[in-house]
């Protein structure tokens, strides 16, 4: 069976800041037609700031599940704006750190069934003090802890940020494999 939806029309239905939403309808593999609302995203990058086993995260009230979440530092991508520069700015506005050492772990589409948003996943070590300039309207709390901490707190279930987990299981990962 050929897993391809040819899109017949599209219609934008909101254009914001960090997104825009399309419908389309499409003709589905087995020669139906159906309809899917996507949200176009630009792109964003997530870090995991690592200095002698610590990571850096940030405590932030998220609106849409209401509730306090505990997350790597993350943000959108800027137009023209490469994501390894994105890491290095989010870092420095959210943590106030500047890495020296910068490595893409991976990139992954956040929620494939609705959006196109990629997410730029790195691990940032060697880490130099830099002011930290939050954006307008960005409350957080910066929150160190080790990376054995963390990765229990992801196990049962009090870090539920799917980014977050995906960057910690991966820099745990990527650390046995280099002291191998």
């Known amino acids: ?4 939806e040819k899109t017949l029309n599209s219609k ?12 389309d309808r499409v003709l589905l593999p087995d020669g139906s037609e159906g309809y899917r609302e996507i949200v176009e995203h630009g792109g964003a990058v997530a870090i995991v700031p690592l200095v002698d086993e610590q990571v850096y995260f940030v405590r932030q009230y998220r ?16 137009p023209g704006e490469s994501p390894a520069a994105c890491a290095r700015r989010e870092l420095t506005e959210e943590i106030g750190f500047w890495p020296r050492r910068l490595q893409q772990l991976a990139f992954f589409y956040s929620s494939p069934g609705f959006t196109n948003e990629i997410i730029h996943l790195y691990l940032a070590q060697e880490l130099k003090v830099k002011q930290a300039v939050k954006d307008e309207g960005e409350f957080l709390d910066v929150v160190k802890m080790p ?31 280099i002291s191998q």
């Open 63 to 78: 609106k849409p599940v209401e509730k306090v979440l505990l997350e790597i530092p993350a943000g959108r991508l800027e």
């Open 1 to 4: 069976m050929v897993l391809h």
């Open 147 to 177: 990376l054995a901490e963390a990765l229990k707190k992801v196990a049962c279930g009090e870090i539920t940020d799917g980014k977050t987990m995906t960057g910690l299981l991966l820099v745990a990962g990527h650390l046995a494999a």
């Open 12 to 23: 934008k239905i909101y254009d914001g800041k960090i997104f825009r939403v399309r419908r």
